[in-house]
């Protein structure tokens, strides 16, 4: 509820969402900084991982058919109904370190958690063989991702796919980009932070 502050409405504070994905507050120094971190269990870690691949599930099953015409109509381009992450071709996530003779081209590009059936994030960049090869946040969120699962022995399988027939021109690109992410609501993009938190930053 809005509250009333010299005669002017204003918006409730927002309560910090980071805290709900957590069993309890106990608090594990992190190795190498003076900044505490909270550690997910791993009963939560897996609901917080269940109730996304709920939603991602519920968006597969929706998906737009692609039906046949007896029109020969051009389809539309870059249709973010007609785009699954998961039937993409699965490269390892060490793809960024091999040498490349080019930049590369024009993609999206979606990293998954293979064993779960998750879509953890999705991406943009005209430059597919040099967007990882520096500093990416969505690296971090991967390797603590991957350390937590070592940590309670729990299955992961993460790597990339690309989907190659993006729009070369970078608004339109990103465009598509913001519906997918909006769709799948993937939780390693920040636009969908207020949803899952951010366990992993």
Sequence with gaps: MPYHDSG???PKPLEPQQLNLFANNTITPSYGSKADTLLMSADVLQEWKSRILTHQQRVRANQSPQQATLFDLTPTH???EA???LTLQLVPMSFYCTPADSPGEA???FIIDSAAGLVLYVGETMR???RWKGIHDCKDYIASYQDLHYKYGLPKAVNAAFWWDAPVER????QLELSLIVKWRSP???ENWDLWGQ???
């Design 78 to 80: 870059c249709d973010p």
């Design 199 to 201: 366990p992993f930053k």
């Design 128 to 130: 597919s063989n040099k």
């Design 188 to 190: 390693f993009n920040k």
């Design 8 to 10: 002017r409405i204003q």
């Design 83 to 85: 785009i699954d992450p």
């Design 107 to 109: 993609c999206l590009y």
């Design 171 to 174: 608004r339109a690109r990103q």
